[in-house]
């Protein structure tokens, strides 16, 4: 992995574990990881059983399923894996995937950008979960949490966000005439309402029922054709 990051002209800090509880400390003691490379098969714990343990504190993380067999399909796809990949790895093909990965879901030049008291701020797209609109304050709710709040507003018309974010490759769902969500933080749909990784469940409004069925069926055909 050392070899293909360098080719890529990558810095990155790399881990490897020996077992998936290993790697579950590993997350306890330093936080959340940015990709994750999980055989299936291993002592102890199984890949599914550690990724779902991982789901359960971060949907951000990409997930990535190293394995030699099929019938873990549907499984892999529950806990929202990023894409699977057969043994004998190689080292093209693990280098194609890699900088698919870094070119797709870290770009950070994908930031949205706004003032406060004075203060300019910018924060990448991958990290936040929802704009909420309160008359013409706009909340942000992010995972970033080593800033001193990962809450922050500003003033502004909900329409001037959702037209600045569609310009990014990162789909945003209006979820109501309040709410801006992100779909990597949704951890169940249901025909009224949503349900975030931090618990927050959002009504769906009328307007905007139709708009997120279509992106849920479309992710979910999108993952069953990856």
């Known amino acids: 992995m050392h070899e293909v990051m360098a080719g890529l002209s990558k810095n990155a800090r790399i881990y490897c574990f ?31 059983e550690i990724a779902r343990f991982i789901r359960k504190k971060d949907t951000r993380v990409v997930i990535v399923f190293v394995t030699g067999y099929d019938q873990y399909f549907q499984k892999m ?8 990949i057969k043994k004998p790895l190689q080292k093209t093909a693990l280098q194609e995937l890699m900088a698919c990965i870094l070119n797709t879901r870290f770009n950070f030049h994908d930031c949205y950008s706004f003032s406060y008291c004075k203060r300019y701020y910018r924060i990448p797209l991958l990290k936040i979960r929802f ?7 706009i909340h942000i709710s992010t995972t970033i949490e080593d ?48 349900t975030l990784d931090n618990g ?6 009328k307007k905007y029922k139709k708009d997120v069925k279509k992106y849920y069926l479309l992710s979910l055909k999108e993952k069953i054709g990856g």
């Open 200 to 205: 927050m469940i959002l009504e769906i409004s």
């Open 147 to 194: 800033m001193l709040s990962n809450e922050h507003v500003f003033y502004g018309k909900m329409e001037e966000v959702q037209e600045a974010v569609n310009k990014a490759d990162i789909k945003f769902l209006r979820v109501g005439k309040s709410f801006l969500v992100n779909p990597l933080f949704i951890m169940e749909y249901s025909a009224n309402r949503i």
């Open 77 to 84: 796809l529950e806990v929202q894996s990023y894409t699977v």
């Open 131 to 137: 704009f909420q609109s309160d008359r013409r304050v």
């Open 18 to 48: 020996l077992s998936g509880e290993d790697l579950l400390c590993e997350i306890d003691i330093t936080g959340n990881m940015d990709i994750i490379f999980l055989d299936v098969e291993m002592m102890g714990m199984n890949g599914i």
